[in-house]
């Protein structure tokens, strides 16, 4: 019954990978592609199994204490599950067929003494590689180890004496991929039991539980949105605000309920370069604050009856009434029309006894490059 079920999942795998070269001839639009990666991916939510989580290393946690590696050595889909990991943390990828003459797994692990925390992806071929376990047990030893199978139906005896956590996937493609790395950190639950005994230790029935803590990525299809909408609109609302050079480039993504459904960058960092911008792009929020905070906030209070929008500064603020703030309306103030200087430049008139360019314990902060303030 098992090797019935296993198979049904290759072969929507299979039908997966000839979705995705037939595309490059008929070019799908993005609803059918959404469509397509859903169907594959149900079978994958249904097979997908975590194993050995006693010590509730997954999801992981403290991503700030972190230092991740990821290590594969014939996994034919390590992109998609390394992207999917840097998503959420900033892993470092190792390609165990390097460490090979010259190199050896021992060097390995030496490259990876300063990570706290290791993820080897393996295949069913993988699992032959008779060095593959002696690396696995030191790494056990002196690591968090997770272990993410892809494409097998049984694992070596050796690994039930492991105490890591093992990802289990009856299927290899690229959808599993996405799946297990999301898994590993929370995008999505996990709730699946073996449906056969994959070893001694791993018996049918075994899973465990876990909830879903962050984020998923996902096709918007899966928010109830079609693509074929979602993503054409984006494009050509962003290429606008870059040819009427309101923006010189953006990085836009869209999240509902739990699910970051669209993540894209477009254009450059600045007008004068060709520094592309990239999802993984940190951006200085500033003004964003302004609408993704003040701007509803207000809103709320005018839904409230609270607060109108034609009312000035001086009838709320008693600050303001005497000053050249007094007559501004709210709704100048949201509409960025109150005739405000945009930056007012106040370091430059510090006088020279307050600041110093170089760091100390009494000009401990930094306002700018060689810029620090007195500590009083």
């Known amino acids: ?44 939510e249904s097979s997908t199994v975590l194993l050995n989580n006693t010590n509730q290393l997954v999801p ?24 999917l990991l ?53 790494l056990d030893q002196r690591k968090n180890l997770i272990v993410s199978c892809f494409g097998a139906t049984q694992l070596q005896p050796e690994f039930d004496v492991l105490k890591g956590v093992l990802v289990w996937s009856p299927v290899n493609s690229p959808v599993a991929a996405d799946y297990a790395a999301q898994m590993i950190f929370g995008g999505v639950a996990a709730n699946q039991k073996l449906r056969a005994s994959i070893s001694k230790k791993y018996q049918s029935g075994d899973g465990a539980v876990t909830l879903q803590t962050r984020l998923a990525y996902a096709v918007p299809e899966e928010a109830g949105i079609n693509a074929d909408n979602l993503n054409p609109a984006i494009d050509a609302i962003v290429a606008e605000a870059i040819r009427a050079k309101a923006t010189p480039g953006a990085v836009v993504l869209v999240a509902r309920n739990g699910k970051v459904i669209f993540n894209k960058a477009y254009g450059n960092h600045t007008y004068n370069d060709t520094l592309k911008d990239k999802i993984t792009d940190i951006f200085d929020l500033a ?23 034609d009312s000035t500064a001086g009838s709320y603020l008693a600050l303001a009434r005497n000053t050249n703030k007094n007559d501004i309306t709210m709704r100048e103030f949201l509409t960025h029309q109150s005739g405000m200087v945009p930056d007012v430049i106040t370091w430059e008139k510090l006088k020279a006894e307050n600041r110093s360019t170089d760091s100390s314990a009494l000009f401990p902060t930094k306002v700018a490059e060689r810029f620090y303030l007195k500590k009083d």
């Not at 795998?13 to 001839?25: D, E, H, R, T, Y």
């Not at 090979?100 to 021992?106: A, E, P, V």
Request: charged fraction near 15%.
């Open 1 to 44: 019954m098992y090797i019935k079920s296993v198979k049904k999942y290759c072969v929507l795998g299979f039908l997966w990978g000839i979705f995705a070269l037939s595309a490059c001839a008929q070019t799908p639009n993005p609803h059918q592609l959404s469509q397509s990666f859903l169907a594959a991916k149900r079978s994958i």
């Open 60 to 83: 992981i946690k403290n991503l700030d204490q972190q230092k991740i590696a990821s290590i594969h050595f014939g996994f034919e889909h390590t992109l998609v599950f390394d992207s």
């Open 86 to 138: 840097n998503k959420y943390a900033k892993v470092q990828s190792f390609e165990g067929g390097y460490y090979t003459g010259s190199k050896t797994l021992d060097d390995l692990m030496f490259d990876l003494k300063f990570y706290t925390t290791v993820i080897v992806q393996l295949n069913n071929q993988d699992l032959q590689n008779p060095a593959l376990m002696p690396f696995l047990s030191m």
């Open 287 to 309: 003004s964003v604050t302004k609408v993704a905070a003040t701007t509803m906030d207000v809103m709320k209070l005018y839904d409230q009856g609270k607060l109108n929008l």
